[in-house]
């Protein structure tokens, strides 16, 4: 096992499917199986999704709401995901709890460092809701820093894709993929990868980012393996 410790980043978006929006039960089961076939090999696992599928800030600011509301709004959204999460997990005998940096009692505590850790290294997979509990940051910078704060081995990034690529190859067939790239690199190259204050974050502690194909079953646990999936930006 080459990556004891990590955390997974999901996009909301992933889990709505070809709907667009809302929850596809499909998609959330084929997630809930490959996040068990590493928890079933003692992977520690710290878990951040996305709100899109149910709320964009960004996007509530086009259709009149403050950003600050629309904002926490998104986050609400990501509660929600993690909830729907959990409940398949939990249906698999995987053993889960969810955090957030917006506590909402009783479905889930405040998020700590030091309470996810423990929680990890009692067997339980740690969903982190929320975002960073803060208006005008994305669920990107929720996971950067998440995956600081629980001392992660990698932050996973889970897409449609199977990596980082010159240009966006669902538009350019000549696209080039990279396997592997310094954080200078993808600066130079104006790669976006994440926004700028989680790329920033994960760079400034040293925090190695893999970005692959979550849709592809047994990805997951091939990089916890130590096979070389996707792009690793380090």
Known sequence: MKYKRILLKISGESLSGNSLQGINPDILCYFASEIKSIYDI???????????????GLEGINKGFDRIQGDYMGMLATIINSMALQGELEHRQVKSVILSGLAVEPVCEKMSSRKAIDFMESGHVVIIAGGT?????????????RSVEIKAD?????????????????????????????????????????????????????????????????????????????????
Not at 46 to 52: E, L, M, S, T
């Open 133 to 145: 509990g803060n208006p005008f940051f994305t669920t990107d910078t929720g996971g950067a820093l």
């Open 154 to 234: 990698a932050l996973l990034k889970g897409t449609r894709v199977d990596g980082v690529y010159d240009k966006d190859p669902e538009k350019y067939k000549d696209a080039v993929k990279y396997n592997d790239i310094s954080f200078e690199q993808a600066y130079e190259k104006e790669l976006h990868i994440m926004d700028l204050t989680a790329f920033t974050l994960c760079r400034e502690n040293n925090m190695p980012i893999i970005v692959f194909d979550m849709n592809r079953e047994g990805n997951l646990k091939k990089i916890i393996m130590g096979e070389n999936i996707g792009t690793l930006i380090h």
């Open 42 to 56: 003692d992977t520690q696992i710290g878990i951040v999704i996305g709100g899109g599928n149910i709320f964009r």
